[in-house]
């Protein structure tokens, strides 16, 4: 199981042929471990990792860091799925530290994070504070070099 989640992450794409082989099976029997990884809810879903410096250079990302009230309970669960529920939220993400939520969201403008941020997040009762902080440029992104940059090998042993 950990194989095939590890092939599928660095390659969603990869035909059913393919994965037997580099795991020593057939293709029904990994097309069978995929769809049984999905129907237990392991495998929520496939995505596409874009260079949006090619694709859509207009977009905006920041990650927004929100110190909250945790509710009596139910901690924290109940402030984020309120904030999962906007369409601009990519992710949230629990977190130990100086905060306690990690969202990132995307826009086509500051202004619209920004707007995001005064009007909806900072009026969610139990948020005392947020952090925003606005993503320059990609680098790597679940494994993937963005750019076609390659790592530079040299002192990595």
Do not use: W
């Not at 110190?67 to 402030?79: A, S, W």
């Not at 009007?119 to 320059?136: M, W």
């Amino acid at each position: 199981m950990n194989d095939i989640i590890r092939i599928l992450q660095q390659n969603a794409r990869i035909s059913d042929r393919e994965l037997g082989e580099l795991l020593g099976i057939t293709a029904e029997e990994a097309a069978a471990e995929i769809k049984n990884l999905e129907d237990k809810g392991i495998i929520k879903g496939y995505s596409v990792i874009v260079d949006d410096e090619l694709y859509d250079n207009s977009t905006v990302y920041a990650t927004i860091e929100l110190k909250v009230t945790p509710q009596r309970d139910c901690g924290f669960d109940d402030i984020a799925r309120t904030i999962m529920m906007y369409d601009e939220v990519e992710s949230v993400t629990l977190m130990s530290g100086a905060y306690d939520l990690a969202i990132r969201v995307k826009g086509n403008t500051l202004r619209d994070i920004a707007s995001f941020v005064s009007q909806r997040l900072s009026t969610i009762d139990g948020v005392l504070s947020t952090a925003t902080h606005f993503i320059l440029k990609k680098y790597k992104e679940k494994g993937i070099f963005i750019n076609n940059e390659q790592p530079d090998e040299r002192g990595l042993g």
